[in-house]
């Protein structure tokens, strides 16, 4: 079963509100998930600990934290800090939803 990408912008606002609900159904559903957290406000998002509990794959842009200035220490539990290359490889057949 393809998986689910989101690259998610901002984590408010109703696109993120509904790409965070559209992720969280998916795993719940069974689809594999990942999420790619392009902006610098992911320090503390609570709603990223939901698609954890969900099996989701939680990574942060790396150049998204260089440009904001954000450590690797600084994000969330289970959020890891990939490149947009990295998180899109082997994803190619999934569908990608960017908010």
Do not use: I, N
Not at 53 to 80: H, K, N, R, T
Request: net charge negative; hydrophobic share 60%.
């Amino acid at each position: 079963m393809p998986g689910l990408l989101l690259v998610l912008t901002a984590r408010e606002g109703p696109r993120a509100a509904a790409a965070l609900e559209a992720a969280a159904v998916a795993a719940a559903l069974g689809r594999p998930v990942a999420v790619l957290l392009k902006g610098p406000d992911f320090t503390d998002c609570p709603r990223l600990a939901a698609l954890r509990e969900l099996g989701a794959e939680l990574s942060a842009c790396q150049a998204a934290m260089a440009e904001a200035g954000v450590a690797a220490a600084d994000l969330p539990a289970g959020v890891a800090p990939r490149g947009l290359v990295a998180v899109m490889a082997g994803r190619e057949d999934w569908q990608l939803l960017v908010a």
